[in-house]
């Protein structure tokens, strides 16, 4: 069956500091990639997403994420966080253009102002 | 332009009672999603709707869960009798499309269900 697996549940940083989560998936065929968030308070909204081309894609807030086919990673970052960056985040994959997104368990981060 | 809205945000009920949430999608969203998320889990789709027909009610649980469409907008969801196990957010969402995985998904605030 496929998944996704995110490994860091929690993350704290500084503002400024560089920020990367992980996200893997098990399926070995063609594969849409997303990234949503969810600031507190708020509703899930889609950050960034990958359907083909260009492996780095840039979605909103400065926020840009890599699809690397090799390691089944679709890895997100921001290189200088802000204390407005606190929410949680969530990976989800779509497999073979079915119609089902499957979700990550979400990591949640929290930024020190 | 309007959200998706859910009512009510919040419900404790006791097990083996009943209950039902509602979904308004964004105005002219011919898919709506019904999910399930867990504490500490994602998002798990129990149904999805285009226009008032199911695409996929796979990972519905049927013994207890069912939901309704009727004329293509609304929706609800409902469960009965309730379980221990069913304390969880339950999230709508709606996209402008057909049943596509490319199609951005509009979330709704959730309703979070206690079940004592």
């Known amino acids: 069956a496929q998944s996704v697996s995110q490994h860091n549940h929690h993350v704290i940083l500084s503002e400024a500091a560089s920020l990367e989560l992980g996200c893997n998936y098990s399926y070995g065929g063609t594969v849409n990639l997303f990234w949503y968030v969810q600031y507190p308070g708020q509703h899930l909204q889609l950050l960034l997403k990958?359907?083909?081309?260009d492996p780095l894609v840039k979605g909103i807030k400065g926020f840009e994420a890599e699809f690397i086919k090799s390691k089944f990673s679709f890895n997100l970052r921001k290189p200088s966080v802000q204390w407005s960056d606190t929410a949680e985040y969530f990976c989800a994959v779509n497999a073979d253009s079915n119609y089902q997104l499957i979700w990550g368990a979400g990591t949640k981060l929290f930024i020190k102002p | 332009e309007a959200g998706v809205a859910q009512s009510p945000r919040y419900k404790i009920i006791e097990k083996r009672q009943s209950v039902a949430f509602w979904c308004n999608p964004i105005s002219g969203h011919a898919t709506l999603y019904w999910y399930q998320q867990i504490l500490g889990q994602g998002p798990k789709l129990l149904i999805q709707?285009?226009?008032?027909?199911?695409?996929?009610d796979s990972q519905l649980p049927k013994d207890r869960f069912s939901a309704e469409r009727l004329k293509g907008v609304d929706s609800t969801l409902k469960i009965q009798p309730a379980k221990l196990e069913d304390s969880a957010v339950y999230l709508c969402?709606?996209?402008?499309?057909?049943?596509?995985?490319?199609?951005?998904?509009?979330f709704g605030p959730g309703t979070r269900l206690t079940v004592l």
């Open positions: 969402a709606s996209t402008l499309g057909t049943a596509s995985w490319d199609n951005e998904q509009f």
């Open positions: 990958y359907f083909s081309g």
């Open positions: 709707f285009q226009n008032n027909g199911v695409v996929d």
